[in-house]
C-alpha cells in the first residue's frame, strides 16, 4: 500500500471506528454537571468515612467531660461553650467529637446502603429474570407473589424483623435488603420479557445453551441499563429506611453512630445546640441529592430517547 | 365492572391471610413475651395469666384461635394496655391518623399537581429549575429532619412571615385542633408534594408533545382549555398509580410524625407494642393498615379503568 493510500485507511478507520454504546453512555454521563458533581461529592464523602480514623485526632467513642455540648470555635452564634481546636462541628452531649462521629455515622449509613442493595440486587434480579424469562404460569405465579408482598406495609415488617433480631444490626442489612428487592424484580421481568423475543436468544436457544446459561449470560448483560438506574436509586432509599429505624431507636447501638442516630439525638437538643442536628442532617442531605442526581444523570445517559 | 370488583375483593382475602400469618409467626419467633417485665410474679400465677391469654398452648393452637376469632371480627384484648381491647385502642387512635393522613393527602394532591403543572409548562425555564431543585429537597431531606427544623422555625423562634406571627404548638393533640395539625400535616405531606410534583411534571411534558395536543392548539383553543380539559387528564393517569405507594408513604411517614408531635394515633401504637411484644395489638395494627393498603390499591385501579378507556378492567 502506498503511504496516501495507508493514511486514507487510517482516516477511514477513525472516522467509523465503533464507538460503543457504554461508551456513548460514558460520555453523555459526563457532560452531564450534576451528575458530575453528585459523584465527586460523594466520593468525597465516602474517602472520609474510609479514611475516619485518620482525618481527625479524636475517637469516635473519646468521652471528654470537659467539653459537654460545646459549639465549634467558628460558631457565630450564641453558645454555652466553644470546644476548642481539632472539633470542627462541635461536640456531643457526653463530649465526643461531633465530626468523627459523622464520618464513622457515614461508615454505617453507606455500608448499610451498599449491603442492602446488593442484597435486594441479587435477589431481584434472579427472580425478575427467571419469571420473565419462563414466562407463562410460572411468572403468573411468582408476579403475583410480589404483588402481594408489595401490598404489604413493609415498613412493619422492617420493624418486626428488628424485633425479631433483637436489634442485630447485621441483620438488619438482610432485613432491609430483602424487602426493597420488589421492585427490582418486576423492572428486570419487564425488561426480560422483551429481550427475550429478540433474536439473539433465539440463536442462543438453537446453539442449545442450557436456559441457566441464556438467562445470565445474555439476558442480564442486556437488562442491566435500567437496573443500573435503579440500583442509585435504591441505595438512598436504604439509607433512609435505615436513618428511620435508627431515629425511633431500632437501629444501631451506642457507641457506634449512624446519620439517623445522630439526627435524632440533634433533634431532642437542636433548641440548645443546633450543630447536632445541622451537621448530621447536612452531610445525609447532600449524600441523597448525590445518589440522585447520579441515578437521574444514568437515567439520561443510558435512555438517550428520553432526552 | 361489578364482576371485577368481586373478584379483587376475594383476590384481597388471600393477601390478607398471608399477612396475618407471616406477621404472627415473625412476632412470636422475636426474643421475649409479653409478660416478661412482671417476671417477679410467682410461678404459678404467671401460669395462670398465660393460661387466661390462651399462651401455654402449643404456637399453632394459639395460631388457630386467633385465626377463628379474627373470623368473627374479634382483634382480642391488649396485652399491655389493661382493660382496652385492640379494637377499642384502633377505634381510637384510627380516627386521629386518618384525619393527619387524609389533609396531608388532599394537600399533597393539591400541591404537588399544580406545582408540577407549572414546572412543565415552564420547561427548563427558572419556574422549572426551582420547583424540582425544591422536590428534590422534599424527597432527599427525611421527615424526621423537616420535622424538628419546622417545630424549631414556627414553635419555638416563632417566624414572622407577611406581617403573620406563626407561634404553633410544637406538640400534642388538643382534640384536633387545627393549630396543632397544621406542624404535621405539613411535615407528613412534603415528601409526597416533591414526588407528586416531579411525576406531574414528567408525565405532562411527555402529554404536551403528542399529537392531540397539537391538534387541540391547532383548533385554536386556548392555552387554558388545552392544558385543563385536554393535557391533564391524561397526565394525572400516572398519578392515580401513584396512589398506592403514596398511602403507604404517608403511612410510614406518620410513624415519625406520631412520635415527634405526641399525636394520639396509631402508629405511635405500633412500635411500642412491638417494643413490648403486644403481641395482640401489633396484629392489630398490621391487620388495619395492610387492609387500608390493599383498599387502596383496589381504589386506584377502579378509577384507572374510568380514566382510562384503553384500560379494560377484567
Given at each position: 500500500?502506498?503511504?496516501?493510500?495507508?493514511?486514507?485507511?487510517?482516516?477511514?478507520?477513525?472516522?467509523?471506528?465503533?464507538?460503543?454504546?457504554?461508551?456513548?453512555?460514558?460520555?453523555?454521563?459526563?457532560?452531564?454537571?450534576?451528575?458530575?458533581?453528585?459523584?465527586?461529592?460523594?466520593?468525597?464523602?465516602?474517602?472520609?468515612?474510609?479514611?475516619?480514623?485518620?482525618?481527625?485526632?479524636?475517637?469516635?467513642?473519646?468521652?471528654?467531660?470537659?467539653?459537654?455540648?460545646?459549639?465549634?470555635?467558628?460558631?457565630?452564634?450564641?453558645?454555652?461553650?466553644?470546644?476548642?481546636?481539632?472539633?470542627?462541628?462541635?461536640?456531643?452531649?457526653?463530649?465526643?467529637?461531633?465530626?468523627?462521629?459523622?464520618?464513622?455515622?457515614?461508615?454505617?449509613?453507606?455500608?448499610?446502603?451498599?449491603?442492602?442493595?446488593?442484597?435486594?440486587?441479587?435477589?431481584?434480579?434472579?427472580?425478575?429474570?427467571?419469571?420473565?424469562?419462563?414466562?407463562?404460569?410460572?411468572?403468573?405465579?411468582?408476579?403475583?407473589?410480589?404483588?402481594?408482598?408489595?401490598?404489604?406495609?413493609?415498613?412493619?415488617?422492617?420493624?418486626?424483623?428488628?424485633?425479631?433480631?433483637?436489634?442485630?444490626?447485621?441483620?438488619?442489612?438482610?432485613?432491609?435488603?430483602?424487602?426493597?428487592?420488589?421492585?427490582?424484580?418486576?423492572?428486570?421481568?419487564?425488561?426480560?420479557?422483551?429481550?427475550?423475543?429478540?433474536?439473539?436468544?433465539?440463536?442462543?436457544?438453537?446453539?442449545?445453551?442450557?436456559?441457566?446459561?441464556?438467562?445470565?449470560?445474555?439476558?442480564?448483560?442486556?437488562?442491566?441499563?435500567?437496573?443500573?438506574?435503579?440500583?442509585?436509586?435504591?441505595?438512598?432509599?436504604?439509607?433512609?429506611?435505615?436513618?428511620?429505624?435508627?431515629?425511633?431507636?431500632?437501629?444501631?447501638?451506642?457507641?457506634?453512630?449512624?446519620?439517623?442516630?445522630?439526627?435524632?439525638?440533634?433533634?431532642?437538643?437542636?433548641?440548645?445546640?443546633?450543630?447536632?442536628?445541622?451537621?448530621?442532617?447536612?452531610?445525609?442531605?447532600?449524600?441523597?441529592?448525590?445518589?440522585?442526581?447520579?441515578?437521574?444523570?444514568?437515567?439520561?445517559?443510558?435512555?438517550?430517547?428520553?432526552? | 365492572?361489578?364482576?371485577?370488583?368481586?373478584?379483587?375483593?376475594?383476590?384481597?382475602?388471600?393477601?390478607?391471610?398471608?399477612?396475618?400469618?407471616?406477621?404472627?409467626?415473625?412476632?412470636?419467633?422475636?426474643?421475649?413475651g409479653p409478660f416478661?417485665?412482671a417476671?417477679?410474679l410467682p410461678p404459678e400465677i404467671e401460669r395462670n395469666v398465660k393460661a387466661a391469654y390462651n399462651l401455654d398452648k402449643?404456637?399453632?393452637?394459639q395460631?388457630?384461635i386467633y385465626?377463628?376469632r379474627?373470623?368473627?371480627?374479634?382483634?382480642g384484648p391488649s396485652f399491655k394496655?389493661k382493660d382496652?381491647t385492640?379494637?377499642?385502642?384502633?377505634?381510637?387512635?384510627?380516627?386521629?391518623?386518618?384525619?393527619?393522613?387524609?389533609?396531608?393527602?388532599?394537600?399533597?394532591?393539591?400541591?404537588?399537581?399544580?406545582?408540577?403543572?407549572?414546572?412543565?409548562?415552564?420547561?427548563?425555564?427558572?419556574?422549572?429549575?426551582?420547583?424540582?431543585?425544591?422536590?428534590?429537597?422534599?424527597?432527599?431531606?427525611?421527615?424526621?429532619?423537616?420535622?424538628?427544623?419546622?417545630?424549631?422555625?414556627?414553635?419555638?423562634?416563632?417566624?414572622?412571615?407577611?406581617?403573620?406571627?406563626?407561634?404553633?404548638?410544637?406538640?400534642?393533640?388538643?382534640?384536633?385542633?387545627?393549630?396543632?395539625?397544621?406542624?404535621?400535616?405539613?411535615?407528613?405531606?412534603?415528601?409526597?408534594?416533591?414526588?407528586?410534583?416531579?411525576?406531574?411534571?414528567?408525565?405532562?411534558?411527555?402529554?404536551?408533545?403528542?399529537?392531540?395536543?397539537?391538534?387541540?392548539?391547532?383548533?385554536?383553543?386556548?392555552?387554558?382549555?388545552?392544558?385543563?380539559?385536554?393535557?391533564?387528564?391524561?397526565?394525572?393517569?400516572?398519578?392515580?398509580?401513584?396512589?398506592?405507594?403514596?398511602?403507604?408513604?404517608?403511612?410510614?411517614?406518620?410513624?415519625?410524625?406520631?412520635?415527634?408531635?405526641?399525636?394520639?394515633?396509631?402508629?405511635?401504637?405500633?412500635?411500642?407494642?412491638?417494643?413490648?411484644?403486644?403481641y395482640t395489638?401489633?396484629?392489630?395494627?398490621?391487620?388495619?393498615?395492610?387492609?387500608?393498603?390493599?383498599?387502596?390499591?383496589?381504589?386506584?385501579?377502579?378509577?384507572?379503568?374510568?380514566?382510562?378507556?384503553?384500560?379494560?378492567?377484567?
Amino acid at each position: 500500500m502506498t503511504p496516501a493510500a495507508t493514511r486514507k485507511a487510517e482516516t477511514l478507520e477513525r472516522a467509523f471506528a465503533g464507538r460503543s454504546l457504554w461508551a456513548d453512555a460514558r460520555a453523555r454521563l459526563f457532560r452531564n454537571k450534576a451528575a458530575v458533581t453528585g459523584m465527586a461529592v460523594l466520593g468525597v464523602v465516602t474517602l472520609l468515612a474510609l479514611f475516619a480514623p485518620f482525618v481527625s485526632r479524636f475517637a469516635y467513642d473519646g468521652i471528654d467531660y470537659n467539653v459537654v455540648t460545646c459549639a465549634p470555635d467558628w460558631w457565630p452564634f450564641e453558645a454555652a461553650c466553644k470546644a476548642g481546636p481539632g472539633h470542627w462541628f462541635g461536640t456531643d452531649t457526653v463530649g465526643r467529637d461531633l465530626f468523627v462521629r459523622v464520618l464513622y455515622g457515614a461508615r454505617v449509613s453507606l455500608a448499610v446502603g451498599f449491603v442492602a442493595t446488593l442484597v435486594s440486587l441479587v435477589i431481584g434480579v434472579l427472580y425478575g429474570a427467571t419469571a420473565g424469562y419462563w414466562g407463562g404460569r410460572v411468572d403468573a405465579l411468582m408476579m403475583r407473589a410480589v404483588d402481594i408482598l408489595y401490598s404489604l406495609p413493609f415498613i412493619f415488617f422492617v420493624i418486626i424483623l428488628m424485633v425479631m433480631f433483637d436489634r442485630n444490626f447485621y441483620l438488619m442489612f438482610v432485613a432491609i435488603g430483602a424487602v426493597v428487592w420488589l421492585t427490582m424484580a418486576r423492572i428486570v421481568r419487564g425488561q426480560t420479557l422483551s429481550a427475550k423475543q429478540k433474536e439473539y436468544i433465539e440463536a442462543a436457544r438453537a446453539a442449545g445453551v442450557s436456559p441457566f446459561g441464556i438467562i445470565t449470560r445474555h439476558i442480564i448483560p442486556n437488562v442491566v441499563g435500567p437496573v443500573v438506574v435503579y440500583v442509585t436509586l435504591t441505595v438512598p432509599d436504604v439509607i433512609l429506611i435505615e436513618s428511620f429505624l435508627s431515629f425511633l431507636g431500632l437501629g444501631i447501638q451506642e457507641p457506634l453512630t449512624s446519620w439517623g442516630v445522630l439526627i435524632s439525638d440533634g433533634a431532642n437538643t437542636m433548641e440548645s445546640a443546633p450543630w447536632m442536628l445541622i451537621f448530621p442532617a447536612l452531610f445525609m442531605a447532600a449524600t441523597l441529592f448525590c445518589f440522585n442526581f447520579i441515578g437521574d444523570g444514568l437515567r439520561d445517559a443510558l435512555d438517550p430517547k428520553d432526552h | 365492572m361489578i364482576g371485577y370488583a368481586l373478584k379483587r375483593f376475594f383476590g384481597a382475602l388471600p393477601t390478607l391471610f398471608i399477612i396475618v400469618t407471616v406477621a404472627f409467626f415473625m412476632m412470636r419467633a422475636a426474643p421475649g413475651g409479653p409478660f416478661d417485665s412482671a417476671r417477679k410474679l410467682p410461678p404459678e400465677i404467671e401460669r395462670n395469666v398465660k393460661a387466661a391469654y390462651n399462651l401455654d398452648k402449643p404456637l399453632l393452637v394459639q395460631y388457630g384461635i386467633y385465626l377463628e376469632r379474627l373470623a368473627q371480627g374479634d382483634l382480642g384484648p391488649s396485652f399491655k394496655n389493661k382493660d382496652f381491647t385492640v379494637a377499642q385502642l384502633i377505634g381510637i387512635g384510627l380516627p386521629v391518623s386518618m384525619r393527619l393522613g387524609l389533609l396531608a393527602m388532599a394537600l399533597a394532591i393539591s400541591l404537588g399537581v399544580s406545582l408540577g403543572v407549572w414546572a412543565a409548562l415552564r420547561q427548563n425555564q427558572w419556574q422549572d429549575y426551582s420547583v424540582m431543585t425544591v422536590a428534590m429537597f422534599g424527597i432527599t431531606v427525611p421527615t424526621f429532619v423537616t420535622a424538628p427544623l419546622l417545630t424549631l422555625l414556627f414553635g419555638v423562634y416563632g417566624v414572622h412571615i407577611f406581617g403573620l406571627e406563626f407561634n404553633l404548638p410544637v406538640g400534642g393533640w388538643n382534640g384536633g385542633a387545627w393549630r396543632n395539625m397544621v406542624l404535621p400535616v405539613v411535615v407528613l405531606s412534603l415528601p409526597q408534594i416533591a414526588i407528586i410534583a416531579r411525576l406531574t411534571r414528567g408525565s405532562m411534558i411527555e402529554v404536551l408533545r403528542s399529537n392531540y395536543i397539537r391538534t387541540a392548539k391547532a383548533k385554536g383553543l386556548s392555552a387554558n382549555a388545552v392544558v385543563l380539559r385536554h393535557a391533564l387528564r391524561a397526565a394525572l393517569l400516572p398519578l392515580v398509580s401513584y396512589l398506592g405507594p403514596a398511602v403507604a408513604g404517608i403511612l410510614t411517614g406518620s410513624l415519625i410524625v406520631e412520635q415527634i408531635f405526641g399525636v394520639p394515633g396509631i402508629g405511635r401504637y405500633f412500635i411500642q407494642a412491638a417494643l413490648n411484644r403486644d403481641y395482640t395489638l401489633v396484629m392489630g395494627v398490621v391487620i388495619c393498615y395492610a387492609a387500608l393498603i390493599v383498599l387502596l390499591n383496589f381504589i386506584a385501579d377502579m378509577i384507572y379503568g374510568l380514566l382510562d378507556p384503553r384500560v379494560r378492567l377484567s
